[in-house]
């Protein structure tokens, strides 16, 4: 997670958001790949100090989720996250279930 978080979440005062030249919306930069159950999710930093989960396997593009604060979190703490996202979901709308 080191490659989402250097230097303990501080961060460049001087940086910049922005993607990669030739992509565009989902296809942003991800700091992280995970697979999770068999689906596949990208971590990307987001500007809460937290982590935007973005589900790329999923039947609705640019459905995902984020959480914050989470630096210093481990890959196993993301995979409880991404499992509790996938818990919630229902599987015929892939959407997040309305109780």
């Known amino acids: 997670m ?3 978080y ?3 979440g501080d961060g460049d005062p001087e940086a910049v958001p922005g993607v990669r030249p030739g992509t565009e919306g ?3 930069i991800r ?7 068999g689906e596949l999710f990208g971590l990307s930093p987001n500007e809460f100090g937290g982590t935007d989960y973005a589900w790329l396997s999923g039947p609705n593009p ?10 210093n979190r481990s890959v196993d ?3 409880k996250n991404i499992r509790g996202f996938l818990a919630a ?3 015929t709308t892939g959407y997040i ?3």
């Open 2 to 4: 080191k490659a989402i």
């Open 6 to 8: 250097p230097d303990n």
């Open 26 to 28: 989902a296809a942003a």
């Open 31 to 37: 700091a992280v790949t995970l697979e999770v159950e």
């Open 62 to 71: 640019g459905y995902g989720f984020g959480v914050s604060p989470t630096p």
């Open 77 to 79: 703490e993301h995979m």
């Open 89 to 91: 979901i229902d599987p």
């Open 97 to 99: 279930t309305d109780d």
